[in-house]
C-alpha cells in the first residue's frame, strides 16, 4: 500500500511541470460495506491516514499526515443450508428413523452459534413424516454413525453448533414415516439454520412470523467482537435471510418404494486394551448391522459390504451373520470356493456378506464382527 501511494505523488508530480507549484496528493484508502462483509473478519479494526506531499519553490517539503480514523467491520450474519442426499431417499412404508442429510454452511464473517429448526408441514407432498432426532456430525466420520463414538444428538438451547466463518457442519434428520402408503408417496422436510443473535434480538426462528428480519437489519452491539472490536460491533442481517431467496433453509424428502433395503450399523462394543471402553490404538470396536426389507417385497442379490478405513484392522473369525442362504458361510475366505459370497475381503479390507433373493417380512438379518484399531 505504501508503495501505491508513492507511486500516485510521483506520477502527479510528473504531471505538474511548474517547480514553485504546490502540489498536494491526497489518497484515501476506502472499501465498500459489501466488499468488507464479505471478505473482513466482523470485530476488525481498520486504521486510515491521509497523507499530504507538496514542494514549496522547488523544494521537497516533509510529508503532512492527518488524524488517524479507525472504523470497526461489523458481522454480517448470513448462513447456508444445502440438502447433500442425491435426490428423494428411498423408504418403506412404516419404517423409523430413516436419515436425510444436509450442509449447514456459516456464510458470514464472524463467529456464530445457530439455532436448527425443522419443518414437515410443507406443501407439494403427500405425507408428513415425524422427526425422532436431529444429529450433528461429530465424531469426524463421514454419514450417521450411532452408538459409542458416533455422532452427537441434537438439543435446540443445549448445544447448538458454533460455527466460525466459513465453516461447515453435516446435519442428519432421523425420521419416521408413517403406514399405509402407496409406492411412490412424497414426504418432504426441510432444515433451517438461524443465528442464535437473530432469535434472541427478534424473538423469532421462523421466517413466516412478521417479525422475522429482513437483509439490512441492524442490531448494534451485538456482533462478534473476537478480533478486538469491543462492544462496539453491529450484527447485520445479511442476503440469505431474504424471503425471495431464503439460503438459510433447505428440502430433502422421503419416497415409498417398493422393494427397499435400509441397513442400521451401530459401534455395539468397545474393549480397551486395559479392560475400559476408550478409542485407543489396540482397542477391538465390535460393530453391528441391522438388515431389513420392506415387507411384502423382495430385493434381489443383495450384498452387502462394509469398507473399513485404513486405521481399522478385522479381527480374524469374528465374522458372524443370522440367517444366510443354503450354502453361504459366514468365515474370512469365501469358502466353499464359487458358491460362498460371504467373507472378508482382505486385499480390499471389505466385510462382504452376500444375502441372496431377500424376502421382507419383519425379520432383520444381522451382521456382527470386531475391528481393532491400527
Not at 176 to 181: E, F, T
Not at 243 to 260: I, N, T
Not at 267 to 283: C, K, M, R, Y
Amino acid at each position: 500500500m505504501e508503495r501505491q501511494f508513492l507511486d500516485g505523488f510521483g506520477a502527479l508530480r510528473r504531471l505538474s511541470g511548474a517547480p514553485t507549484r504546490w502540489l498536494i496528493g491526497l489518497v484515501l484508502c476506502a472499501t465498500s460495506m459489501a466488499t468488507l462483509a464479505a471478505g473482513t473478519d466482523a470485530g476488525r479494526r481498520i486504521d486510515n491516514v491521509a497523507q499530504a506531499a507538496f514542494d514549496v519553490a522547488g523544494v521537497p517539503q516533509p510529508v503532512v499526515s492527518s488524524n488517524t480514523v479507525a472504523v470497526v467491520v461489523d458481522e454480517v450474519l448470513d448462513e447456508v443450508v444445502v440438502a447433500t442426499d442425491a435426490g428423494s431417499i428411498p423408504v418403506a412404508s412404516g419404517a423409523t428413523n430413516a436419515v436425510l442429510s444436509f450442509s449447514v454452511t456459516n456464510a458470514g464473517n464472524g463467529s456464530e452459534a445457530l439455532r436448527l429448526v425443522v419443518d414437515v408441514a410443507l406443501l407439494g407432498d403427500d405425507f408428513d413424516p415425524t422427526v425422532s432426532v436431529v444429529y450433528l456430525e461429530s465424531n469426524g466420520t463421514p454419514g450417521l454413525q450411532l452408538g459409542p463414538g458416533g455422532d452427537t444428538i441434537y438439543s435446540p438451547g443445549t448445544n447448538d453448533p458454533v460455527l466460525v466463518r466459513d465453516a461447515s457442519l453435516s446435519v442428519y434428520v432421523a425420521a419416521n414415516i408413517p403406514v399405509g402408503l402407496a409406492p411412490g408417496a412424497l414426504g418432504n422436510v426441510a432444515l433451517r439454520a438461524v443465528a442464535q443473535t437473530v432469535f434472541v434480538k427478534s424473538g423469532t426462528d421462523d421466517p413466516a412470523n412478521p417479525a422475522f428480519p429482513i437483509p439490512g437489519t441492524a442490531y448494534a452491539g451485538a456482533g462478534d467482537a473476537a478480533i478486538g472490536g469491543g462492544g462496539n460491533v453491529t450484527a447485520v442481517v445479511g442476503t440469505s435471510y431474504s424471503s425471495a431467496a431464503l439460503q438459510l433453509r433447505a428440502q430433502g424428502s422421503y419416497r415409498v418404494g417398493g422393494a427397499v433395503v435400509t441397513l442400521n450399523k451401530v459401534a455395539a462394543s468397545i474393549i480397551d486394551p486395559f479392560g475400559g471402553n476408550t478409542l485407543v490404538t489396540g482397542s477391538v470396536i465390535g460393530y453391528r448391522i441391522t438388515v431389513d426389507v420392506n415387507a411384502g417385497s423382495t430385493a434381489q442379490n443383495l450384498v452387502i459390504r462394509d469398507p473399513l478405513p485404513g486405521d481399522l484392522a478385522y479381527v480374524a473369525g469374528s465374522l458372524a451373520v443370522s440367517a444366510l442362504p443354503s450354502g453361504q458361510q459366514a468365515d474370512d475366505d469365501f469358502a466353499p470356493a464359487g458358491s460362498d459370497g460371504t467373507g472378508f475381503d482382505g486385499a480390499n479390507n471389505t466385510v462382504v456378506v452376500a444375502l441372496g433373493d431377500a424376502v421382507g417380512g419383519g425379520v432383520s438379518v444381522v451382521i456382527s464382527f470386531n475391528t481393532t484399531i491400527r
